[in-house]
Nanobody, 122 residues
């Protein structure tokens, strides 16, 4: 059973940066990528970015100029560098281990972490 653990969230002022980490206990044999999502109260989880095990990245338009996804395959870890944070970035951030299809679309699996809360406020 794959376990994902996110860390790095917290309270940060607008305009500042934060780096999130996600550690996976193992890789699912059906996966070829990992991704970050966020969820704020009352809303569905929104996909933010994904990275294949080969290092190919894709971003949602809403964050592509401020967020950077990266990974360390040796550690089964994925990171999300978030710059110029805004109050509307406040959410629980979750990572997922899934697949990127030939179309470039990311398909989430059932492997989710519990999330890490990011609060952007002055």
């Amino acid at each position: 059973q794959v376990k994902l653990v996110e860390s790095g969230g917290g309270l940060v002022q607008p305009g500042r940066s934060l780096r999130l980490s996600c550690a996976a206990s193992a890789r699912s044999f059906t996966s070829n990528a990992m991704a970050w999502y966020r969820q704020d109260p009352g809303n569905q989880r929104k996909w933010l970015a994904s990275i294949t095990y080969a290092g190919s990245t894709t971003y949602a338009d809403s964050v592509k100029d401020r967020f950077t996804i990266s990974s360390d395959n040796a550690k089964n870890a994925v990171y999300l560098q978030m710059n110029n944070l805004k109050p509307e970035d406040t959410a629980v951030y979750l990572c997922n281990m899934g697949r990127v299809a030939s179309t470039g679309d990311y398909y989430a699996s059932g492997f989710w972490g519990e999330g890490t809360l990011v609060t952007v406020s002055s």
